[in-house]
């Protein structure tokens, strides 16, 4: 059964409407799940329907077309929802881009769950529309022109993504995709991602940390590339 009282995300997540005596009651309906790098949480086609939310990690949303080629349509991060509740997965895969808790419910509960509790029903329909809004946004920067533009916008998402406030991005996090990934998502390639990350740590926007890290160190410029 979840452990709601120490979920890292209890305050974010759609069921922070519920009381404490409702979130317990849902998590009893529920189980944990931990997603390594790489594997498949929901496939398409799945009809053992469930959705989740992410307590930890990060999830891509993908398509895979008949030559195999794959296409990145959204990113989940913490405290997101996911899962097609009345209908079985289409073509779509959730896969972990990195090791992944998620709180995992079947259809029939989270079902039941939204006619017993009107608010979750309103604060789920709010995050249905919030996902919508990021895939268009994303739709929208994978057309942008200028590649530096493209990954500039990338960068302040994922701050934003990884920050515990709903105004202000953090200036560290560790990028959730790898650079064959970011590639993909943004339709460059794997050379122009690793020279455009070099030029924005020489120009002093950002500076790498390890392999995945990376520190905002002037975001309104990165914005300012970005064209927000």
């Not at 991602?193 to 309104?220: C, M, N, Q, T, Y």
Request: glycine share 8%.
């Amino acid at each position: 059964m979840p452990d709601c009282i120490h979920c890292p995300v209890r305050e974010s997540a759609a069921c922070a409407v519920l009381e404490e005596d409702e979130r317990e009651a849902l998590a009893r309906s529920g189980r944990n799940l931990t997603a390594q790098r790489g594997e498949t949480v929901f496939a398409a086609g799945d009809e053992n329907t469930a959705c989740a939310t992410l307590v930890s990690g990060a999830l891509k949303v993908r398509s895979v077309d008949p030559e195999g080629r794959e296409r990145i349509l959204a990113l989940i991060h913490p405290a997101g929802f996911v899962g097609e509740m009345f209908a079985p997965f289409a073509s779509h895969d959730i896969v972990a881009l990195t090791e992944s808790r998620l709180c995992v419910f079947g259809r029939g509960a989270m079902e039941r769950a939204i006619e017993d509790h009107p608010a979750l029903a309103r604060a789920l329909l709010r995050r249905s529309q919030a996902a919508l809004h990021e895939s268009r946004s994303l739709l929208e920067m994978t057309a942008q022109g200028r590649a530096e533009a493209r990954l500039a916008a990338l960068l302040l998402d994922f701050a934003a993504a990884a920050s515990h406030s709903p105004c202000h991005g953090t200036e560290r996090f560790d990028l959730p995709l790898s650079r064959g990934d970011i590639a993909n998502l943004l339709g460059l390639t794997i050379e122009t991602v690793s020279r455009k990350i070099g030029a924005f740590e020489s120009e002093g926007s950002i500076r790498r940390e390890g392999r995945r890290g990376i520190e905002l160190l002037d975001p309104a410029q990165l914005a300012e590339i970005a064209g927000r």
